[in-house]
């Protein structure tokens, strides 16, 4: 796997270490070594760098979500977006009582 330095080297004085989905640097030219987003369900968008198509990944979730500002979380390995906290908490409660009401797979 392809380890992202990008938010352990940031410069960014910010605490957070928060900066732009945009200025990630992301170096993956595959979808399993790509980084991981958070987006407004429960689920990640993996992104990497197409060989054919380039930047197709990540200008597809900008177009979708916005060039978003992420934190990188090493624990899990996944860039979070604080912005979309409270709409993923929604999505994940009325889930949860959609699984509790009717079961789940």
Request: hydrophobic letters at 30%.
């Amino acid at each position: 796997m392809v380890y992202n330095t990008a938010m352990t080297n940031n410069s960014n004085t910010n605490k957070r270490r928060t900066m732009k989905l945009s200025e990630v640097n992301i170096t993956a030219t595959n979808g399993n070594d790509g980084i991981r987003v958070e987006t407004t369900t429960d689920a990640y968008r993996v992104i990497w760098i197409d060989e054919r198509f380039g930047n197709a990944h990540l200008d597809s979730y900008i177009k979708q979500f916005g060039d978003v500002d992420v934190e990188y979380d090493a624990e899990d390995n996944v860039y979070r977006v604080a912005a979309f906290k409270e709409q993923r908490d929604s999505y994940c409660a009325a889930k949860a009582e959609s699984c509790r009401r009717w079961g789940s797979n």
